[in-house]
């Protein structure tokens, strides 16, 4: 089992910058993808941003590319994504979610992922 705890949501101004942690526990954190998700009420859950267990691949959502950044530190156990220039529609609940990786192909389906954080709001006032 993987147990994920996220961090860093709160209140910002459109324009302004977030950034969310996950700290994971459990199992060896570098044998995991790590990906973050997002849900707005009454849309489906998004993806967001993945980074492979060795931090060198990432994938993007368009809709954050440029603004978005995620990145991990294994010795940490803690995966990140820093939000920059939020937008109105970035409002939602992130999640962490994680799975078991080999490679470093990254997924943007939610199913693959295994584990998941119970999530932090992320609220952007225009």
């Known amino acids: 089992q993987v147990q994920l705890v996220e961090s860093g949501g709160g209140l910002v101004q459109a324009g302004g910058s977030l950034r969310l942690s996950c700290a994971a526990s459990?199992?060896?954190?570098?044998?995991?993808?790590m990906g973050w998700f997002r849900q707005a009420p009454g849309k489906e859950r998004e993806f967001v941003a993945a980074?492979?267990?060795?931090?060198?691949?990432?994938r993007y959502a368009d809709s954050v590319k440029g603004r978005f950044t995620i990145s991990r530190d294994n010795a940490k156990n803690t995966v990140y994504l820093q939000m920059n220039s939020l937008k109105p529609e970035d409002m939602a609940a992130y999640y962490c979610?994680?799975?078991?990786?080999?490679?470093?192909?990254?997924?943007?389906?939610?199913?693959?992922?295994?584990?998941w954080g119970q999530g932090t709001q992320v609220t952007v006032s225009s």
């Open positions: 459990g199992r060896t954190f570098s044998n995991y993808a």
């Open positions: 980074i492979s267990w060795s931090g060198v691949t990432t």
């Open positions: 979610a994680a799975y078991r990786s080999y490679d470093s192909i990254l997924y943007a389906t939610a199913r693959i992922y295994n584990y």
